[in-house]
């Protein structure tokens, strides 16, 4: 069980938005920045968002990012099917002195 | 451009030893912590081990500590992991990543590790 919390799944229609949540606690997410990375089928991971809120160069801007807290989320408007892909969270503990990364959440597009 | 290619993965028995490696280019691997994420088949990302850019600091996640050695050649811009006494739970993808200060940003494509007798 990840110490950063994701739904496993979650769904949608083409053009509509999903949200993915990561939950966490203050020594985690509480203290430091969050970024995700997007696995698309049979490939390594891609950053997708760093700095809680940052797309890096070439990222649509239909993902965005936030941190509340000890929470962060993951926002895809207009979802694609190319969007299809398996999304994780990360950050560093200061009590563990290690990364994290969430169980990772499969987005669907029906 | 950046790239991270791992090579070393391969079968091994329980009990057995493998040593991956990492090449580097496109930047300056000397300026940069470097990380070995791992993934089991079918299962999440796992974080491995830590190292900054003189070695002078290195973290370990629990369920390798002991067993498995990170440690790097800014001169060869290379990043290895010594993996010894492996067990079946250590079959997975292994992936390198570098690391800045605003967290992993690139991974390599990974090299498979399958431990089985």
């Known amino acids: 069980q990840s110490v950063l919390t994701q739904p496993p799944s979650v769904s949608g229609t083409p053009g509509q938005r999903v949200t993915i949540s990561c939950s966490g606690s203050?020594?985690?997410?509480?203290?430091?920045?969050v970024n995700w990375y997007q696995q698309l089928p049979g490939a390594a991971p891609k950053l997708l968002m760093y700095?809680?809120?940052q797309r890096p160069s070439g990222v649509p801007d239909r993902f965005s990012g936030s941190k509340s807290g000890t929470s962060a989320s993951l926002a895809i408007s207009g979802l694609q099917f190319e969007d299809e892909a398996d999304y994780y969270c990360a950050t560093w503990d200061v009590s563990l002195k290690g990364w994290l990364f969430g169980g990772g959440t499969k987005v669907t597009v029906l | 451009q950046v790239q991270l290619v791992e090579s070393g993965g391969n079968l091994v028995t329980p009990g057995g030893s493998l040593r991956l490696s990492c090449a580097a280019s496109g930047f300056t691997f000397s300026d940069y912590y470097m990380i070995w994420i791992r993934q089991a088949p079918g299962k999440g990302l796992e974080y491995i081990a830590y190292?900054?850019?003189?070695?002078?600091?290195?973290y370990y996640a629990d369920s390798v500590k002991g067993r498995f050695t990170i440690s790097r050649d800014n001169a060869k811009k290379s990043l290895y992991l010594q993996m010894n006494g492996l067990r079946a739970e250590d079959t997975a993808m292994y992936y390198c990543?570098?690391?800045?200060?605003?967290?992993?940003?690139?991974w390599g494509q990974g090299t498979l590790v399958t431990v089985s007798s």
């Open positions: 190292i900054s850019t003189n070695s002078a600091t290195i």
């Open positions: 203050s020594s985690n997410i509480g203290t430091k920045t």
């Open positions: 700095l809680n809120s």
């Open positions: 990543a570098r690391v800045p200060e605003q967290g992993i940003d690139y």
